[in-house]
């Protein structure tokens, strides 16, 4: 008995596949739209209304080229090993933003909101406080203490000193040779001048 040959094409192969997926056609997805276009100033918009979105920031860093103009804005940068932002203390915010002015290097903590120049397309820190960090945090609460002691008139001498005390007060041992010497040296100058006595260690582990 002779074979019998059977032909099957490649449009064959192809009808057989279709049939077994059920005949189901490959959908391509939709082609998705482009944005519109922006323009520059939109763009600036945009970018400015997403930083004013994060509300008021503190950021840490280092103080930068501190100036302060002739108009009473004081500008700096903030750095650290990896980046740097523009600061800007307006005029009407300056005396209560900075209670001991930075040096460039300080350490500081700042408070602020983040807003963008358009003309120049950069973006800066509103700064309305500044605190120092680490030894720069103690200098500047010195630094207020006497701003404070000076404004009540305490670093003032109103009245002259008298040309002599009303009383001595000395404080040391009662049982030391420095109060023996004194007393010597008060008996010589001024015999029976008024004295106080504060008893006070002064040697020993006591």
Do not use: N
């Amino acid at each position: 008995m002779g074979q019998e040959s059977f032909g099957f094409s490649a449009s064959d192969a192809r009808r057989a596949a279709a049939r077994e997926r059920g005949g189901a056609r490959v959908e391509r997805p939709p082609r998705e739209e482009p944005s519109p276009a922006l323009s520059v100033t939109e763009l600036t918009r945009e970018i400015a209304g997403r930083l004013t979105g994060l509300g008021r920031v503190r950021v840490e860093g280092e103080v930068s080229g501190f100036k302060e103009t002739s108009s009473g804005h004081v500008y700096f940068d903030l750095a650290d090993e990896g980046a740097r932002v523009s600061c800007v203390i307006w005029r009407s915010q300056a005396e209560r933003a900075l209670r001991a002015r930075p040096s460039d290097g300080a350490q500081v903590l700042v408070h602020g909101k983040l807003d963008v120049y358009g003309p120049h397309g950069r973006y800066k820190l509103i700064v309305d406080r500044v605190e120092p960090l680490g030894l720069g945090a103690l200098l500047a609460k010195l630094e207020a203490l006497k701003v404070e002691l000076r404004a009540k008139g305490r670093f003032d001498r109103a009245r002259p000193l008298p040309a002599l005390p009303r009383r001595i007060g000395v404080v040391t041992s009662r049982d030391g040779a420095a109060l023996r010497d004194f007393l010597r040296t008060r008996s010589e100058r001024w015999p029976l001048f008024p004295m106080r006595l504060c008893h006070a260690s002064v040697q020993g582990p006591d």
